[in-house]
């Protein structure tokens, strides 16, 4: 199976909550992150938290871990039709500088 | 301003041609790395790099070759060999220390 796994749409009115949810396989990794992409981009950092949090917030994102099930989740407020885009989870392998990204999610924000 | 730059944005193989993307950063990396990405697939690893002068082979590097003779530069030559080269092909490049990427803005390749 993947190492790092999402659902790969998610549609949501302006002006809701987005929750985006990922599942990770090693328990080592130090790292894990959020990228976004916007159509014919590249990907760009949103927002990233380490292995020895529960949860990170910054304005309108906030990250939270969980550990003993090995899940990652990204909660978007107020969401906007600008925030439509594919949203990557990642994460970096305890050891190793590769990280490993999940197929990623087409996030859908409808008027 | 720091960064990283692919080029070009576009490109077109011809059947049986080798073509080559250029990746440069001025973010004073040490590792940088290419990705293939298709639609619905995700981010495939194709070669990476640690340092200058040395780089190994990602999932799928068959049909793909590289060089590192700058810390700077990261050229992913497509070759001939590569029969469905059809992709949006990502480079990035970070401190090498499993922290996070910075990407460029890829380049679309098509086959005539």
């Known amino acids: 199976g993947e190492d790092v796994e999402q659902s790969l749409f998610l549609s949501v009115r302006e002006g809701d909550s987005s929750v985006i949810n990922c599942t990770y396989t090693d328990s080592s990794s130090t790292y894990l992150y959020w990228y976004k992409q916007e159509p014919g981009a590249g990907l760009q950092l949103l927002t990233y938290i380490f292995s020895n949090m529960d949860m990170k917030q910054d304005q309108r994102l906030t990250v939270l871990l969980n550990k003993k099930d090995k899940h990652l989740s990204l909660r978007i407020a107020d969401t906007q039709t600008g925030d439509s885009a594919i949203y990557f989870c990642a994460e970096t392998p305890g050891g190793s500088y590769i990280p490993t990204f999940g197929r990623g999610t087409s996030l859908i924000v409808h008027p | 301003d720091g960064g990283i730059t692919q080029s070009p944005k576009y490109l077109f193989r011809k059947e049986g041609q080798n073509v080559t993307l250029s990746c440069e950063q001025n973010?004073?990396?040490?590792?940088m790395y290419w990705y293939r990405q298709d639609p619905g697939q995700g981010l495939r690893l194709i070669y990476y790099s640690q340092i200058v002068n040395d780089f190994q082979k990602g999932d799928i590097a068959e049909g793909y070759s590289v060089s590192r003779e700058k810390k700077e530069s990261f050229p992913l030559t497509v070759t001939s060999a590569q029969k469905n080269p059809t992709a949006f092909y990502l480079c990035?490049?970070?401190?090498?220390?499993?922290?996070?990427?910075?990407f460029g803005s890829g380049t679309q390749l098509s086959v005539l």
């Open positions: 990035a490049s970070s401190t090498g220390r499993g922290e996070k990427l910075f």
């Open positions: 973010l004073n990396h040490d590792a």
